[in-house]
């Protein structure tokens, strides 16, 4: 394990500085936009009410106090009080995290599910009608716009075939659309890369020798292609979980999905920024951890990216 | 969404993930170029002529004329071809007009980008060690995470106005831009000849406009091209969300979002955008591909 220990810390700390840029735009943006107190008070409150108010939320304080402030609080886990709730921010975000992270982990698994069989089969049957229409169904799925993919899937698989609940959260049948439209993207990243990183191994001289032994083709895709194939499927596929998380704001707004996704747009809305600040941090953080986790696997798996 | 894969990823996985095809006798295809090419010149046409090409005036209301079908649905064959929304504006003047929308931000965002991002890759490259350091930090750290989410809050804050648009959509897209400049410019950087053209008393831009950006221009082009289909398809998720150009003026994402209360009975109102979107995303990534192909095999890594 030698050279593990150096390569451990410096993606840490690449990990740490990441969220410290996100934090610090998220202050610098929360910032800009002008002066909450106005929101959280009657149109006629006296001048003495607004500057209790501005000094109860440290708003009095020089910028560079308050971002102090907020860095010191954000490394508690304090997010400050929701405007809108009226109680600490973290327990508002916490309340709709368990929507998001249901969401998140059935499109993700879905989309790993249906995808690494679909190219590995691509792969194996290479420019047959299958593998055409396959990966033509990929390439849409992997630029056509989550939105859009979410009306036509509400339009067509809940008004006109009326399979699914259009909206909301309740049976796994309310999970099928808004998963399906969240994993898109995935799914076809998953199915495009697995069938490339098969072919690339299929080429390799052990597949050769192994079929020259008389090694039996199931054994050779499942033990030789597979095994070889999966640390490139293994690394993508776990980024794709993080960009997930960016595509969870679309589809819980076209969905009503009661997740930090569509909490952080209506909190935006109400301009409830601590709120604001605790999703996208919390985001944030599952991302970099989520990343951090990939990179760490990615060099148990292959000793020779960690001297790169 | 585009995908986004931090630098930290291992750069095996990431150039597998660009190939479609590892190991697939390249076919050239040219002529799919071309097709995707004018495709957006026709575009381009539709977005410039639109005042003479749509039927209707896009933002004229007609209470009367609200919701009706179009032309081979109605029953009354009214000269509405693809029907109108829910204050009876016609649908395809509003898909004519809306390409403008998609098209100015489209690539004033990607210019806005490609510049941006060139100056970064160009200062990361001939820049001190610690420039270098801070500029792929920052770039590092922006893949690290769902920009969609920052671009909302950054437009909620700002207010959503053309220029704000554009900059954080191509904010959104430096980065590509920025690691193919630094990497040609450490391959140029220590070769004798650079050295010798300091020596003589040449030019950074001599060194930058004839050795660096000649070698990358290939590149850019395709790193152009799809970037061209994400800021589309960017704008319209943030028109779609209420964060884009704001109405009247007609936006395909703005349009999918009016018709989402209607979908049930007036199925056309976000359809018809919708389709011609996805259609417009599809065809200039691909394009994008294409080109990537053609034009410069060695960023799929081969």
């Known amino acids: 394990m030698r050279g593990f220990v150096p390569f451990l810390g410096q993606r840490l700390f690449r990990a740490l500085i990441a969220l410290w840029l996100v934090s610090t735009v998220v202050f610098v943006v929360m910032r800009l936009s002008g002066d909450p107190v106005p929101l959280l008070l009657p149109p006629d409150a006296p001048t003495s009410e607004i500057l209790r108010v501005r000094h109860d939320l440290g708003l009095d304080q020089p910028l560079p106090v308050q971002y102090v402030i907020f860095l010191g609080n954000l490394a508690h886990g304090d997010f400050g009080r929701s405007i809108h709730f009226r109680e600490p921010a973290f327990n508002v975000v916490r309340g709709y995290l368990a929507a998001t992270l249901e969401l998140g982990l059935t499109a993700f698994v879905l989309a790993a599910v249906v995808a690494v069989p679909i190219g590995l089969f691509s792969a194996m049957r290479r420019n047959t009608l299958v593998d055409h229409v396959a990966m033509g169904l990929a390439l849409i799925g992997q630029s056509a716009p989550t939105f859009f993919l979410g009306i036509l899937f509400i339009l067509l698989l809940s008004l006109k075939a009326d399979l699914f609940p259009t909206s909301g959260r309740g049976d796994w049948r309310n999970l099928v659309l808004p998963a399906l439209t969240l994993g898109a993207f995935t799914m076809a990243s998953i199915a495009r890369l697995t069938r490339s990183a098969v072919l690339e191994v299929l080429h390799a001289d052990y597949i050769r020798t192994a079929r020259a032994k008389g090694v039996r083709e199931t054994w050779v895709v499942a033990k030789h292609t597979l095994k070889n194939a999966a640390i490139p499927i293994v690394t993508i596929t776990g980024l794709q979980f993080g960009t997930l998380l960016g595509g969870a704001v679309v589809t819980e707004t076209v969905f009503a999905w009661p997740g930090i996704g569509r909490l952080a747009i209506q909190s935006i809305y109400d301009r409830d920024y601590p709120v604001v600040q605790c999703t996208v941090f919390l985001a944030a953080l599952m991302f970099v951890v989520i990343n951090l986790c990939v990179d760490l696997i990615y060099g148990v798996l292959d000793p020779r990216i960690r001297a790169g | ?302």
């Open chain 2, 1 to 302: 969404m585009a995908s986004s894969i931090p630098a930290s990823a291992p750069a095996e996985a990431v150039r597998l993930a660009a190939a479609p095809a590892a190991r697939a006798p390249r076919r050239r295809r040219p002529w799919l170029v071309m097709l995707g090419v004018g495709f957006v010149a026709l575009l381009v046409l539709v977005a410039v002529a639109a005042p003479v090409l749509a039927p209707e005036d896009p933002i004229r209301q007609s209470l009367r004329g609200r919701l009706s079908p179009p032309t081979w649905e109605g029953s009354d064959r009214r000269a509405h071809l693809l029907g109108t929304d829910h204050l009876g504006r016609d649908v395809l003047s509003r898909v004519i007009y809306g390409s403008r929308v998609s098209l100015v931000i489209g690539f004033s965002s990607v210019l806005v980008g490609g510049i941006l991002g060139s100056a970064a890759g160009l200062m990361a490259g001939f820049g001190p060690r610690r420039m270098d350091a801070v500029i792929m930090t920052l770039a590092d750290a922006q893949l690290a995470f769902p920009f969609i989410l920052l671009a909302i809050g950054i437009i909620a804050v700002l207010g959503p106005s053309f220029p704000t648009l554009v900059v954080v959509i191509g904010l959104s897209g430096w980065v590509s831009y920025a690691r193919i400049l630094r990497a040609q410019v450490l391959v140029v950087r220590s070769r004798e000849f650079v050295e010798a053209i300091h020596a003589l008393g040449g030019s950074f831009a001599r060194v930058v406009l004839r050795h660096v950006l000649p070698n990358v221009l290939s590149s850019i082009v395709v790193i152009a091209t799809l970037e061209l289909a994400r800021a589309i398809v960017l704008e319209a998720t943030l028109s779609f969300l209420g964060l884009g150009i704001q109405p009247p003026t007609p936006s395909w994402g703005g349009m999918v979002q009016d018709g989402r209360e209607y979908l049930d009975s007036a199925w056309w109102i976000s359809t018809s955008p919708g389709v011609v979107l996805m259609i417009t995303s599809i065809v200039v990534s691909r394009t994008g591909d294409w080109l990537r192909d053609v034009l410069d095999p060695t960023l799929r890594g081969e």
